[in-house]
């Protein structure tokens, strides 16, 4: 059943704004104070701003929220080289803050991030670190990732996945991602079908798939592809040894981060509050947006009061 707390209504109007050679879509809550601070919230494969409808509300009170659909994701325009590679997405997110929440106009940004979107979220925070206040990240793609090191189903999974031909169907012809990834594996709970519908609207068009194909192939498995390695390694290096405050979400059994590797970060990152939210797969807004929202919400006051 699904939780009071959680709606799948989607109570937010989206602004548009031209980016390099598409458009973004994003949910744009103001600022409810003049000094009041900017909180972005980023997505990853296959969902969009509507990941956070229940988990904003929370924030918005005390912050202006940002909430983009990535291109090709959403309701956002299509990328034009119809790639979709990580290294196209971190130009995007890099030219829409620059429009939306320009340094001289935002001195600084919490980042609330998920999946591809904590990759994207990492990197501009390593490369812009006077700019951000604090990072909340949940379900993220970290450093020394390797296909061995997953149970037997995930690997041959992403095997079949990274490989053309079965890949193609199972995520263009099959919405692998949306029916099954998202939609039955990937909650502890069942999405409703008016939930579904809004995940699947973008994507009813098997044309319109390529983004739901190129984010797992370029998952950082063993080195490959190298420019996605580097570009994690890079933002890790930065993270380990970064005082920025950070929040982590984590649930039980989780799906990307093995509790393992979680228990390394505790122990290692500077300036880090972990908090688990009970039980949850991936999706974890999906499963717990009370708490994320209220976790997030006094982080952000304290880090503002601590300033």
Same mark, same amino acid.
């Given at each position: 059943?699904?939780?009071?707390?959680?709606?799948?209504?989607?109570?937010?109007?989206?602004?548009?704004?031209?980016?390099?050679?598409?458009?973004?879509?994003?949910?744009?809550? =103001?600022?409810? !104070?003049?000094?009041?601070?900017?909180?972005?919230?980023?997505?990853?494969?296959?969902?969009?701003?509507?990941?956070? *409808?229940? +988990?904003?509300?929370?924030?918005?009170?005390?912050?202006?929220?940002?909430?983009?659909?990535?291109?090709?994701?959403?309701?956002?325009?299509?990328?034009?080289?119809?790639?979709?590679?990580?290294?196209?997405?971190?130009?995007?997110?890099?030219?829409?803050?620059? !429009?939306?929440?320009?340094?001289?106009?935002?001195?600084?940004? $919490?980042?609330?991030?998920?999946?591809?979107?904590?990759?994207?979220?990492?990197?501009? !925070?390593?490369? /812009?670190?006077?700019?951000?206040?604090?990072?909340?990240?949940?379900? $993220? +793609?970290?450093? =020394?990732?390797?296909?061995?090191?997953?149970?037997? !189903?995930? *690997?041959?999974?992403?095997?079949?996945?990274?490989?053309?031909?079965?890949?193609?169907?199972? +995520?263009?012809?099959?919405?692998?991602?949306?029916?099954?990834?998202?939609? *039955?594996? =990937?909650?502890?709970?069942?999405?409703?079908?008016?939930?579904?519908?809004?995940?699947?609207?973008? $994507?009813?068009?098997?044309?319109?798939?390529?983004?739901?194909?190129?984010?797992?192939?370029?998952?950082?498995?063993?080195? /490959?592809?190298?420019?996605?390695?580097?570009?994690?390694?890079?933002?890790?290096?930065?993270?380990?040894?970064?005082?920025?405050?950070?929040?982590?979400?984590?649930?039980?059994?989780?799906?990307?981060?093995?509790?393992?590797?979680?228990?390394?970060?505790?122990?290692?990152?500077?300036?880090?509050?972990?908090?688990?939210?009970?039980? =949850?797969?991936?999706?974890?807004?999906?499963?717990?947006?009370?708490?994320?929202?209220?976790?997030?919400?006094?982080?952000?006051?304290?880090?503002?009061?601590?300033?």
């Amino acid at each position: 059943m699904t939780s009071p707390s959680i709606s799948a209504d989607f109570p937010f109007t989206k602004e548009r704004v031209a980016v390099l050679d598409s458009t973004i879509a994003y949910v744009d809550t =103001g600022l409810p !104070a003049a000094n009041a601070p900017t909180v972005v919230f980023l997505h990853g494969n296959p969902t969009s701003s509507y990941l956070y *409808r229940n +988990i904003i509300p929370h924030i918005s009170p005390i912050a202006r929220c940002i909430a983009p659909d990535l291109v090709g994701f959403g309701d956002s325009g299509k990328m034009p080289s119809n790639g979709y590679y990580v290294r196209e997405h971190v130009q995007y997110i890099a030219a829409f803050l620059d !429009a939306v929440a320009p340094k001289e106009q935002t001195e600084e940004l $919490f980042l609330v991030i998920h999946d591809w979107g904590s990759a994207l979220g990492f990197d501009w !925070a390593s490369k /812009n670190p006077s700019r951000v206040a604090g990072l909340v990240f949940m379900e $993220f +793609i970290c450093a =020394g990732k390797s296909l061995q090191d997953l149970p037997e !189903a995930p *690997r041959t999974l992403f095997t079949n996945i990274r490989t053309e031909k079965p890949g193609r169907e199972m +995520i263009i012809d099959q919405n692998l991602f949306i029916e099954v990834i998202l939609g *039955r594996d =990937g909650t502890a709970r069942d999405l409703s079908e008016a939930e579904m519908r809004h995940y699947r609207k973008p $994507f009813l068009d098997p044309k319109d798939r390529e983004p739901l194909y190129r984010f797992p192939n370029e998952i950082p498995f063993d080195g /490959n592809p190298t420019d996605v390695a580097k570009m994690v390694d890079d933002y890790w290096t930065w993270l380990e040894a970064s005082e920025v405050p950070k929040l982590m979400f984590w649930a039980a059994p989780g799906r990307v981060n093995p509790m393992a590797k979680l228990t390394e970060i505790e122990a290692s990152f500077k300036n880090l509050k972990s908090v688990g939210i009970g039980p =949850g797969t991936h999706y974890l807004q999906e499963e717990n947006p009370t708490l994320i929202g209220e976790e997030t919400r006094k982080f952000i006051l304290e880090v503002i009061n601590k300033a």
